[in-house]
């Protein structure tokens, strides 16, 4: 086998023991009799050594490699105290695996700082870096804990279409494509197929699902491709759901900082525990406007909104009963004031990162609600059609994964939280 260990799995108890490990050489640095080469795999770094008079001179020029050489190398894990891991490698055989030939375009080890659009032109490159690859990890622990909580409440992963023949959220801002001889768009949401599966009875389910949104935006926390994480319950309201939201988000908190600890440290990010605030919009309002916000009635609030309302009500908060033309017109009025919905945003650290209401499952309050907003309904027939064979009241949300992964890892830019991110002028790599 090229390797028979991963660094994570060494330890000083292996003292005199001989391992074989493969990676990338991360730095290398020589002294007079003793050359220091940093292993980097997919679980951390170590330290190989090879001394002059002990390690035989093919292997001593080998430890010489180029920076971000992919190598195997054998040799006897040693208790060093000095060490940064409290042992290091006595090396006896490295090999490189594929000799670099060509100039690796930036330095990985982060000592040179690069340009976030010279380390997406070379993603490849950049998810070498250990920061990097910690956000990746944790994004890794978001997507597990997530379809942990759901799949252990009885709730079934979906998968619903990318391909759509009308535009799912009812707006103009969609990838048309040709799909043979007629138009087809890519899906904005996935929110009227899952709605559709509690139609047949499917009860509860979650899905983790691409979605595509053609705005034309150039800010650091939208994408033109995002994934989605969503649920959809039958036979229940807005705060059956928001109760199930904050639950789900405190346990994928609470998973991250178990699990990903050393990553967490390494990003310098220091994780609150959700302690989930719920607050409706017209209490957001007032306090805004105490602050000096112009935001008025039956508007959405801006990102400084957001950031005040971080700033007056802790790091997580769930505003509900938006006003209902500012939501989707799936949203359900509330019975007592339609001007208001059964609708809630989770604002996490200053962004919005779900979005979720009851939806209306009453056919001819869905027509009424698609003519006030200009849509024709014959455009939904499929949809609306459903819900004359007995749809069960229900409700759901959806979270951004790249916008959580943002926020628990204290990026900056959307675009470090997307492994591959399609924006408005990147579709390559």
């Known amino acids: 086998m090229i390797r028979m260990h991963y660094i994570k799995d060494l330890g000083p108890e292996m003292d005199g023991k001989e391992v074989t490990l493969a990676g990338w050489v991360h730095e290398v640095r020589e002294t007079g009799k003793i050359t220091f080469l940093i292993l980097r795999d997919s679980t951390g770094i170590v330290q190989v050594i090879g001394k002059k008079g002990e390690t035989d001179e093919k292997t001593m020029k080998a430890l010489s490699l180029p920076k971000e050489s992919v190598v195997a190398i054998t040799g006897i894990l040693k208790v060093n105290k000095e060490a940064k891991k409290g042992f290091e490698i006595l090396a006896k055989k490295v090999t490189d695996l594929n000799p670099i030939s060509s100039q690796i375009p930036f330095e990985v080890t982060g000592k040179v700082p690069a340009d976030i659009d010279v380390r997406l032109n070379h993603r490849h490159i950049d998810l070498r870096r250990l920061e990097t690859a910690a956000i990746f990890s944790i994004q890794s622990t978001i997507l597990q804990s997530f379809r942990n909580f759901f799949s252990n409440r009885g709730f079934k992963e979906i998968r619903t279409p990318t391909l759509v023949s009308e535009a799912t959220e009812g707006g103009s801002e969609v990838f048309e494509v040709k799909y043979f001889e007629r138009k087809a768009y890519l899906a904005q949401s996935p929110q009227l197929y899952k709605q559709l599966a ?3 009875g499917m009860d509860r389910v979650f899905m983790v699902v691409p979605v595509f949104r053609a705005e034309k935006s150039n ?190 890892v204290g990026a900056k830019n959307i675009r470090e939280a997307s492994l591959f991110p399609r924006d408005r002028k990147r579709l390559t790599p």
């Open 219 to 408: 800010t650091t926390a939208h994408l033109t491709e995002v994934t989605q994480m969503d649920i959809e319950v039958a036979f229940a309201d807005a705060d059956d759901v928001i109760t199930l939201l904050g639950d789900a988000v405190t346990q994928i908190v609470k998973d991250v900082m178990r699990e990903n600890k050393n990553e967490l440290e390494l990003l310098g990010r220091k994780l609150a525990a959700a302690n989930i605030k719920i607050i409706t919009y017209q209490d957001a309002l007032k306090e805004l406007e105490k602050k000096g916000s112009t935001t008025e009635f039956g508007s959405d609030f801006s990102r400084e909104d957001e950031q005040k309302i971080s700033e007056l009500y802790g790091h997580y908060v769930i505003v509900k009963d938006y006003p209902t033309k500012v939501r989707a017109f799936y949203s359900m009025p509330k019975p007592d004031n339609p001007e208001l919905s059964n609708s809630f945003d989770f604002i996490f650290d200053g962004i919005e990162i779900c979005s979720g209401a009851q939806r209306i499952h009453l056919p001819n309050l869905l027509i009424e609600q698609l003519k006030s907003r200009g849509i024709d309904p014959k455009n939904f027939e499929f949809y609306i059609s459903a819900f004359r064979n007995g749809a069960p009241p229900h409700a759901g949300w959806s979270i951004g994964l790249e916008r959580l992964t943002m926020q628990i």
């Open 198 to 200: 509690l139609v047949g």
